[in-house]
């Protein structure tokens, strides 16, 4: 069993930015790969990133490439998504995953993921 908190989110102004944490908990194989992905109102739950704990791998989004960086703290089993130049569009509950299959073409589809946070909002004012 892994258990996923997240922390980090929060109100920033349009332009700003927030770091997202997501720690986790049990036994996380290093062959592994996390993955981020939001949810606004009343739309579908989106991929965002998704870092590998093996070698640090990355990709993300088209919506988030060259603002948004995944890392991983392998001593502390913690990821993190630093956000920047946010934008009002970037506002929803950010969800941390990870999926046991590991890195792979499958890392953008939720439906890879086997275990999730609860989420935590992010709010960006215009």
């Known amino acids: 069993q892994v258990q996923l908190v997240e922390s980090g989110g929060g109100l920033v102004q349009a332009g700003g930015s927030l770091r997202l944490s997501c720690a986790t908990s049990?036994?996380?194989?290093?062959?592994?790969?996390m993955g981020w992905f939001r949810q606004a109102p009343g739309k579908e739950r989106d991929f965002v990133g998704a870092?590998?704990?093996?070698?640090?791998?990355?990709d993300y989004a088209d919506s988030v490439k060259g603002r948004f960086t995944i890392s991983r703290d392998s001593v502390k089993n913690t990821v993190h998504l630093q956000m920047n130049s946010l934008k009002s569009e970037d506002t929803a509950v950010y969800y941390c995953a990870v999926t046991l299959a590991g890195w792979g073409p499958g890392v953008s589809s939720e439906y890879e993921y086997d275990y999730w946070g609860q989420g935590t909002q992010v709010t960006v004012a215009a």
């Open positions: 049990g036994r996380t194989p290093r062959t592994a790969a």
């Open positions: 870092i590998s704990w093996r070698d640090g791998s990355t």
